[in-house]
Every structure is written in structure tokens, then in C-alpha cells.
Nanobody
Framework: QVQLVESGGGLVQAGGSLRLSCAAS????????MGWYRQSPGEEREMVAI???????TYTDTVKGRFTVSRDNAKNTVSLQMNSLKPEDTGVYYC??????????????WGQGTQVTVSS
């Protein structure tokens, strides 16, 4: 089992920065992919950034060069530094841990979500 608690959301003007943090309980987080997803009103949840236990990062195209995902395996935390924020970055951001138990069985753990609002 993994429990995730996010912090760091808020209201910021376009061009500003925010840093999201997520603390995970349990031992699964440090050995599996962690990441951030977001959901905007009327939209489906989308992947924003993923980081492997070894530090390899993947980003959705719209945030490349602006967002940076990082993790601390010893502390079971993952963070998302968001710079040059745009109004279209507005949404609820969710922390995620993906645990593949086998080739056909996996489980995703989610935090409660934190609101990010970027005003124009």
C-alpha cells in the first residue's frame, strides 16, 4: 500500500513559478516510477511528468523546458518545479506511483490532488 500527500498548489500569475511536493508512505514508492498528472475542467487526466527510480524523466510536450520533476528515494518524495506557468497549466495536479506487479497486472496509487490556478 502507498499513501500520497501533495502540497504546494495555489494561485499564481502567468509567468510565475510553483513547486509541488508529494510525500509517499510505505516502501513501494522508492522502487517504482513516480510522477505527476493533471486534470483540467472538462478534460481527462493527463500525464505531466514521470521519473523512474534511476532518475530518467519523461514529460508531456507542453511542459518540456518549463517543468522539472525530481525525486528523493531516501525520503520517498517526488517534486515538480513549474516555471513560466501559463493559464493552460491550470488544473488539479495529482501525485502518482505506478507499481507493475507483472506483465499484465499493475496498480496506480494517487494523491488527493492539489489545485494549481494560473491567472492571465
Amino acid at each position: 500500500q502507498v499513501q500520497l500527500v501533495e502540497s504546494g498548489g495555489g494561485l499564481v500569475q502567468a509567468g510565475g513559478s510553483l513547486r509541488l511536493s508529494c510525500a509517499a508512505s510505505g516502501s513501494l514508492a522508492s522502487t517504482n516510477d513516480m510522477g505527476w498528472y493533471r486534470q483540467s475542467p472538462g478534460e481527462e487526466r493527463e500525464m505531466v511528468a514521470i521519473i523512474t527510480p534511476g532518475g530518467s524523466q519523461t514529460y508531456t510536450d507542453t511542459v518540456k523546458g518549463r517543468f522539472t520533476v525530481s525525486r528523493d528515494n531516501a525520503k520517498n518524495t517526488v517534486s515538480l518545479q513549474m516555471n513560466s506557468l501559463k493559464p493552460e497549466d491550470t488544473g488539479v495536479y495529482y501525485c502518482n506511483v505506478h507499481v507493475p506487479y507483472s506483465d499484465i497486472l499493475s496498480e496506480d496509487y494517487w494523491g488527493q490532488g492539489t489545485q494549481v490556478t494560473v491567472s492571465s
